[in-house]
Structures are given as C-alpha cells and as structure tokens.
C-alpha cells in the first residue's frame, strides 16, 4: 500500500509568483485535505476536495485554489504569494465516511519559502 | 466554532516515564471526533489516537491512550514507558460532525524525552 506523497519537498519563490503544490493520494482514498502550517503552529486547514468536488473550505482567501482528478491525486495552487504564505504545505487523504469519522494519512509536507 | 487548547508549549520526560499531554477543547456541537497526531522533526503528521463523543470507554493504542473527560472537555494523551524515539511535537485535533473531514489543530506540545 502506498502512501501519500507529495512534491516538491522544499520550494523557493518570491512575492507576487504563482506555485502549485502536488499530492498524490494512498491507495483507495477519494478525499484529500489541504492544509497550512506556519512555524511553531499547527496547521490550518485550507479546503478539502471529495471525488473533484471542494467539499469544504476554510479561512483562506481566493487565491488558495486547488484540483482533485480522476485519479484522486491533487494539487494545491497559490496566486500572488506573500511573505506570509512561507510554511509547510500537508496534504491529507482518507476515504470519507457518511456516519463516522476516520483517520486522515498526511504526507511529509512540502516547505515553502517566499522572498 | 470549535477550538483546541494545548497549554504546555514543551515537556521534558525521563525515559520509561510515563507522560501526559494535556488537551482541552471546546464545541457546542454533541457530535464530535478527537484526534491525537504525532508529528516528529521531518514533518510528516502521524496518526497516534482517536476518541468519538459518544464512546464511552477511553481510546488505547499500545502505549497510548486517551483520557477523556466529556463533562470537562478534555482529552489528555497518555504515553506509557515513554522511548527516546517519542520526541516529537504532539497535536491534538477535533473534527466536528460527520461526513466533514475538517481538522482544527491546538498549537501543540514539543515533548522531549531525556536519556
């Protein structure tokens, strides 16, 4: 059984690019979560997607988008970036259970850096 | 809106102590799932423990278990005999209803063990 995935592990950008984060999901999971964690947090949940769909969003503005495919892997995409967007990046996958709650397998993050 | 509160910013433990995390939460909401992630220094958040709301008995994992105190509002992790390779930051995290797989983390506890 695979794990979640991730790439890159670490990215360096400046103010004002554009960067798109990708997650691969385990094995047999259709939902995958977003989240930010800046330094010496924990992390914030971005949004989530359930068989392509954005099944659930958090406090984060337009900019913060994403995709899931076919193949339930999926990318997080961030327009304009700002210094205060540098922190690790973690994807999250699971199979969404209606009535119940399981667990979420996270990948080992991507770091992000803007300059 | 929910929220997690983790007040020990840092702990240290003798090796083969035993060791408790503290967590308390808050939600008007009587369904509810509780979540105990470990996340050591390469990033990646691993899943330790998992209390529902209306379970009755407390969650144990091998040497984890979960000490939950609905009336209270915690949900205290417990690591028996703990190991050098126990240090790590630990998180708490709850998630709110079913069918919505949105964590919300507390801040965090950085445990070191001492040889």
């Known amino acids: 059984e695979t794990g979640v995935t991730q790439s890159p592990t670490h990215l360096i950008k400046t103010r004002g690019q554009q960067v798109t984060l990708r997650c691969s999901s385990q094995?047999?999971?259709?939902?995958v979560s977003w989240y930010q964690q800046a330094l010496g947090q924990g992390p914030q949940f971005i949004f989530q997607y359930y068989r392509e769909e954005e099944n659930g969003r958090g406090n984060f503005p337009p900019r913060f988008s994403g995709l899931q495919f076919p193949n339930y892997s999926s990318e997080l995409n961030v327009n304009a970036l700002e210094l205060d967007d540098s922190a690790l990046y973690l994807c999250?996958?699971?199979?969404?259970?209606?009535?119940?709650?399981?667990?979420?397998?996270f990948g080992p993050g991507t770091r992000l850096t803007v300059l | 809106a929910q929220k997690i509160t983790q007040t020990q910013p840092g702990m240290f433990v003798q090796e083969k102590e035993a060791v408790t995390l503290d967590c308390t939460y808050d939600t008007s909401d009587p369904s509810y799932g509780l979540f105990w992630y470990k996340q050591p220094s390469s990033g990646e958040m691993i899943f330790l423990i998992y209390?529902?709301?209306?379970?009755?008995q407390n969650a144990t994992e091998g040497r984890y278990s979960l000490n939950f105190q609905k009336a209270r509002k915690s949900a205290n992790l417990v690591i028996s005999a703990s190991q050098l390779g126990d240090s790590a930051m630990y998180f708490c995290a709850i998630q709110i209803g079913f069918g919505n797989e949105k964590l919300t983390f507390g801040t965090g506890t950085r445990l070191t063990i001492i040889p």
């Open positions: 094995s047999g999971h259709n939902t």
């Open positions: 999250a996958s699971s199979s969404l259970l209606v009535g119940g709650y399981n667990e979420q397998f």
């Open positions: 209390q529902g709301s209306y379970d009755q």
